[in-house]
């Protein structure tokens, strides 16, 4: 279904990545390829014939709409052939990644998202690729802003997939089912409790208001501390935390709290839902009204449900701390001994206007004027929900901040700590110190 909603794309989402983030230098080459096309990007192997071989995360739905631009790619470049490797989940992915540089392995082509730093070691840097393979070197092409979160050192060391940020979906129909009201943005976190208090008072015996989201984002988490003004992970003084014991209190006493009031469900039944998708989401299965989700994964959960969802942004209070950040990036493996090929599938996968057109939205709205005009038209009402949500949150966007040092061990355990805390092994107060702790290990491995 289209949405009724006109959106000016290019003009709206520079304007919001340049309220996100301070330019920053990124040592681009001559222009003289600019003006051509991203299917005629200079370049041809000398071989005459290659494979490459392209990993990801994510769904079914994605891994078709991946393929269907690798054909597209082959298509115009029939000299490079693409292999592609979907491998599930994000923490199934990163598994299997490591297992394969460990073995000097790995594919061409790596999607990362924000924990790239911690692979910046087995990555090529990009910088000598723009303006040739890589046609990303114009603000005409692609959003300069987007480079920056995956700048570092002078160098661009992945490329953006598109932004998305932290939304709150609900189950619209199961909500007006219920006879409550709809929930609105911009809630305070007060606000939203009591929202749930009275939402629960009219739900099925069973069903939730919340998704316990205590701690299988490690994002929701920053989210709050960056709130609290204590943000878990900056680069000042070369990297540095200012989380506490007492905002990891907060945090987790806020959680057990609605636990005990009914408002998320039981250790048991969240236990059951890895949270990490929609085939394994309490929000899909009915067993929870909202849930936290990527902006990029709207689409997808509704896709999953005959029931109709809605979204709205995440509560707000104290400091500003909502991000747009750069959703997924792809870097090319400094081992692939065909770096030029892989840098002309970056540049076809975020540039191609018809290959913009098949990835849609599903790993976050896109960089590229060019794609962003192509697919204007093809807006559905969960892209015009996330839409909606970007411009509510334009006054209160801070800058895509770092992640913490070995963040998928620190997203791995902090969902240990959070089960651990749910089903009573730990109190609220011995959970905060041991987050702190982690936090503290992890940044100074």
Same mark, same amino acid.
């Given at each position: 279904?289209?949405?009724?909603?006109?959106? $000016?794309?290019?003009?709206? /989402?520079?304007?919001?990545?340049?309220?996100?983030?301070?330019?920053?230098?990124?040592?681009?080459?001559?222009?003289?390829? +600019?003006?051509?096309?991203?299917?005629?990007?200079?370049?041809?192997?000398?071989?005459?014939?290659?494979?490459?071989? /392209? #990993?990801?995360?994510?769904?079914?739905?994605?891994?078709?709409?991946?393929?269907?631009?690798?054909?597209? /790619?082959?298509?115009?470049?029939?000299?490079?052939?693409?292999?592609?490797?979907?491998? #599930?989940?994000?923490?199934?992915?990163?598994?299997?990644?490591?297992?394969?540089?460990?073995?000097?392995?790995?594919?061409?082509?790596?999607?990362?998202?924000?924990?790239?730093?911690?692979?910046?070691?087995?990555?090529?840097?990009?910088?000598?690729?723009? =303006?040739?393979?890589?046609?990303?070197?114009?603000?005409?092409?692609?959003?300069?802003? @987007? !480079?920056?979160?995956? &700048?570092?050192?002078?160098?661009?060391?992945?490329?953006?997939?598109?932004?998305?940020?932290?939304?709150?979906?609900?189950?619209?129909? $199961?909500?007006?089912?219920?006879?409550?009201?709809?929930?609105?943005?911009?809630?305070?976190?007060?606000?939203?409790?009591?929202?749930?208090?009275?939402?629960? @008072?009219?739900?099925?015996? =069973?069903?939730?208001? %919340?998704?316990?989201?205590? &701690?299988?984002?490690?994002?929701?988490?920053? /989210?709050? %501390?960056?709130?609290?003004?204590?943000?878990?992970?900056?680069?000042?003084?070369?990297?540095?935390?200012? +989380? &506490?014991?007492?905002?990891?209190?907060?945090?987790?006493?806020?959680?057990?709290?609605?636990?005990?009031?009914?408002?998320?469900?039981?250790?048991?039944?969240?236990?059951?839902?890895?949270?990490? #998708?929609?085939?394994?989401?309490?929000?899909?299965?009915?067993?929870?009204?909202?849930?936290?989700?990527?902006?990029?994964?709207? @689409?997808?959960?509704?896709?999953? $449900?005959?029931?109709?969802?809605?979204?709205? &942004? !995440?509560?707000?209070?104290?400091?500003?701390?909502?991000?747009?950040?750069?959703?997924?990036?792809?870097?090319?493996?400094?081992?692939?001994?065909?770096?030029?090929? +892989?840098?002309? %599938?970056?540049?076809?996968?975020?540039?191609?206007?018809?290959?913009?057109?098949?990835?849609?939205?599903?790993?976050?709205?896109?960089?590229?004027?060019?794609?962003?005009?192509?697919? @204007?038209?093809?807006?559905?009402?969960?892209?015009?929900?996330?839409?909606?949500?970007?411009? +509510?949150?334009?006054?209160? $966007?801070?800058?895509?901040?770092?992640?913490?040092?070995?963040?998928?061990?620190?997203?791995?355990?902090?969902? !240990?700590?959070?089960?651990?805390?749910?089903?009573?092994?730990?109190?609220?107060?011995?959970?905060?110190?041991?987050?702190?702790?982690?936090?503290?290990?992890?940044?100074?491995?």
């Amino acid at each position: 279904m289209r949405s009724p909603v006109t959106i $000016m794309l290019p003009f709206l /989402f520079a304007l919001l990545l340049a309220a996100c983030v301070q330019p920053a230098p990124v040592s681009a080459p001559p222009q003289s390829a +600019a003006t051509v096309e991203p299917a005629q990007a200079a370049s041809t192997p000398a071989d005459g014939s290659v494979t490459i071989r /392209f #990993g990801w995360w994510g769904n079914d739905e994605r891994a078709a709409r991946t393929q269907k631009v690798i054909e597209l /790619f082959q298509a115009a470049y029939p000299e490079i052939q693409v292999m592609g490797e979907p491998n #599930g989940g994000t923490a199934d992915h990163f598994q299997i990644i490591n297992t394969q540089l460990a073995a000097n392995n790995a594919p061409d082509l790596i999607q990362l998202g924000g924990n790239w730093p911690d692979y910046q070691q087995y990555l090529e840097p990009l910088n000598a690729y723009l =303006g040739k393979q890589l046609l990303i070197d114009t603000p005409e092409r692609f959003d300069q802003t @987007a !480079l920056i979160p995956a &700048t570092r050192d002078g160098s661009l060391w992945c490329v953006s997939l598109g932004t998305n940020t932290l939304i709150l979906a609900y189950n619209k129909t $199961m909500i007006e089912a219920a006879g409550a009201e709809l929930p609105k943005d911009l809630m305070t976190w007060d606000e939203l409790l009591d929202y749930g208090r009275q939402l629960k @008072a009219k739900l099925p015996q =069973g069903v939730y208001p %919340f998704v316990d989201n205590s &701690t299988n984002t490690a994002n929701y988490l920053s /989210f709050f %501390f960056q709130q609290q003004g204590t943000p878990i992970w900056t680069l000042d003084e070369g990297g540095k935390s200012y +989380a &506490t014991v007492e905002s990891a209190r907060k945090w987790f006493q806020m959680w057990a709290d609605m636990r005990a009031e009914g408002l998320i469900p039981d250790a048991d039944t969240t236990a059951t839902y890895g949270e990490t #998708g929609a085939d394994n989401s309490a929000l899909v299965a009915g067993k929870a009204a909202i849930g936290l989700i990527w902006s990029n994964q709207l @689409a997808g959960y509704q896709a999953a $449900m005959t029931d109709q969802l809605g979204a709205i &942004t !995440l509560p707000r209070g104290g400091e500003n701390a909502y991000a747009i950040q750069m959703s997924q990036c792809i870097g090319i493996n400094k081992a692939s001994l065909h770096k030029e090929e +892989a840098a002309l %599938f970056i540049n076809f996968f975020v540039t191609d206007p018809e290959a913009g057109a098949v990835l849609g939205t599903n790993r976050g709205v896109p960089s590229s004027p060019v794609v962003r005009t192509a697919i @204007a038209d093809q807006s559905t009402e969960a892209d015009a929900a996330v839409y909606r949500i970007y411009n +509510a949150i334009a006054d209160q $966007m801070v800058p895509q901040g770092p992640n913490l040092p070995n963040d998928q061990e620190f997203v791995n355990e902090l969902r !240990l700590l959070g089960q651990s805390l749910a089903y009573g092994g730990v109190t609220v107060d011995e959970a905060a110190e041991q987050l702190i702790e982690l936090i503290q290990r992890l940044s100074a491995k």
